[in-house]
């Protein structure tokens, strides 16, 4: 076969390959992924093996005592700012809202093409917060567990799920989809030690089972 062809087939077998390539891409979830990584399921069962067990306690909470959301940057707000993370094609107006786009809602798999069918969802709600230790920081502690963008605590989701979690704990909520299970319970954990949050019995209970099987 003379070089000239042969290099021509090889060209159209890699464009071919690209293309599926880029179809497969455009096909994904993206905004799976979109949640800063936790640690692994094993760092996760020995922090978790760290947290002090204690019965918690909601005197005095209001959901005002943790500040947000925050501006990021220019007029960009916290809110704004996962919108902008989590989404697929996110276009902004000049107030930063998005105006298009398209969000996975990874807890139940559902797809979303308008952002006010999203809430931004504290993982580690802040009421469970509050019950396990946030009680006694300060208001700046507070807003920057609130607004907090570098750990795996801020994700949007579809709004009716995030509302019927409500300020639950894993051991009465979990996602709809199993296969994010691993996912939410190593990043549970990973907040909670990092801002040295307790555990209640039953929390830490459910997720020891929730991390043995990951």
Not at 89 to 107: E, F, I, L, R
Not at 138 to 152: E, G, I, V
Not at 185 to 201: E, F, N, P
């Amino acid at each position: 076969m003379p070089r000239f062809y042969a290099r021509r087939r090889l060209s159209v077998a890699a464009a071919a390959t690209a293309l599926i390539s880029s179809v497969a891409l455009f096909n994904a979830p993206t905004a799976s992924a979109a949640l800063p990584t936790p640690v692994s399921a094993a760092t996760a069962r020995t922090y978790l093996a760290s947290l002090t067990v204690a019965t918690e306690d909601r005197t005095g909470y209001d959901r005002d005592l943790f500040p947000h959301w925050i501006t990021q940057s220019g007029t960009c707000n916290t809110r704004e700012v996962v919108l902008k993370r989590d989404g697929t094609n996110v276009q902004q107006d000049s107030s930063c809202a998005a105006t298009s786009g398209s969000w996975y809602s990874v807890y139940d798999g559902a797809t979303w093409t308008a952002a006010s069918d999203l809430d931004i969802d504290h993982l580690v709600p802040l009421a469970e917060a509050w019950d396990s230790g946030a009680g006694s920081w300060t208001t700046s502690r507070r807003q920057a567990f609130a607004n907090d963008l570098t750990r795996p605590q801020l994700i949007a989701v579809t709004d009716n799920v995030n509302q019927a979690k409500g300020d639950q704990d894993p051991a009465t909520w979990m996602p709809s989809r199993t296969a994010y299970r691993c996912t939410y319970v190593r990043a549970w954990v990973q907040v909670k030690y990092y801002y040295g949050l307790s555990v209640d019995s039953a929390e830490k209970s459910a997720l020891q089972n929730h991390l043995a099987s990951c």
